[in-house]
């Protein structure tokens, strides 16, 4: 069944450690997006690709970094976690042939202590 | 900058009413309006897309789109328990440029 998945679910971590969340999409879309969340607020572009090689920062600045080597797999690397990176982070997935209609992973819910 | 306003709510609606939300968007060059469903702790889920002026109905909901008036809503009829959810709007002026979010309506059916 095409879907998209993030791993993991939750992680609760140091201040200091290197952590990558995990995105993978089976759909065959050429543009991938990860989101920030925080609880009743707005969804926060911080990363998005177009395809292969191709990576861009969104509006929101942050200190991770993406790669796009394949088309189905976007990680995000947080090189040194701090208690402000504590939030929803949300994969997404779109075909451009099909316009913006966004597909979401479940989302990691990362807390930095 | 560019802007997609909603109201936080919450909205509350009795169960069988007609729920209607609201958008407004600065962006007179926007081309693509999207409505998402995020129940609590879950993921934002696609549920209308309107590219046209006019009404675009699916099932128990309809997307409504004013260009002139920039505004974009969303009606739930006979609105059900389940459709307790925040409902976000986006807005895009077209498929190389990226969606703006609203913050969401918080919406709140009664039984």
């Known amino acids: 069944e095409a879907d998209i998945y993030q791993t993991p679910r939750y992680l609760v971590i140091g201040t200091g450690k290197k952590i990558t969340l995990e995105c993978s999409q089976t759909?065959?879309?050429?543009?991938m997006y990860w989101y920030q969340q925080d609880p009743g607020m707005e969804l926060h572009l911080i990363h998005y690709s177009y395809g292969v090689n191709s990576t861009e920062k969104g509006d929101l600045s942050s200190e991770s970094t993406v790669s796009r080597i394949r088309t189905e797999h976007f990680p995000l690397t947080l090189e040194s976690a701090r208690p402000s990176h504590t939030s929803q982070y949300l994969c997404?997935?779109?075909?451009?042939?099909?316009?913006?209609?966004?597909?979401f992973g479940s989302g990691t819910q990362l807390s930095v202590l | 900058q560019k802007e997609v306003e909603q109201n936080s709510g919450p909205l509350s609606v009795p169960e069988g009413a007609i729920a209607s939300l609201n958008c407004t968007y600065s962006d007179r060059g926007s081309q693509s309006f999207f409505w998402y469903r995020q129940y609590s702790g879950k993921s934002p889920e696609l549920i209308m897309f309107i590219y046209s002026n006019g009404d675009k109905e699916d099932g128990r909901f309809t997307a409504q789109l004013n260009k002139a008036s920039q505004y974009v809503s969303l009606l739930i009829r006979d609105s059900q328990p389940s459709d307790s959810a925040t409902y976000l709007c986006?807005?895009?002026?077209?498929?190389?440029?990226?969606?703006?979010w609203g913050a969401g309506t918080k919406l709140i059916i009664k039984p």
């Open positions: 986006a807005v895009s002026m077209d498929s190389n440029y990226q969606l703006i």
């Open positions: 759909m065959g879309h050429d543009k």
């Open positions: 997404a997935s779109s075909d451009s042939a099909t316009g913006e209609k966004l597909f």
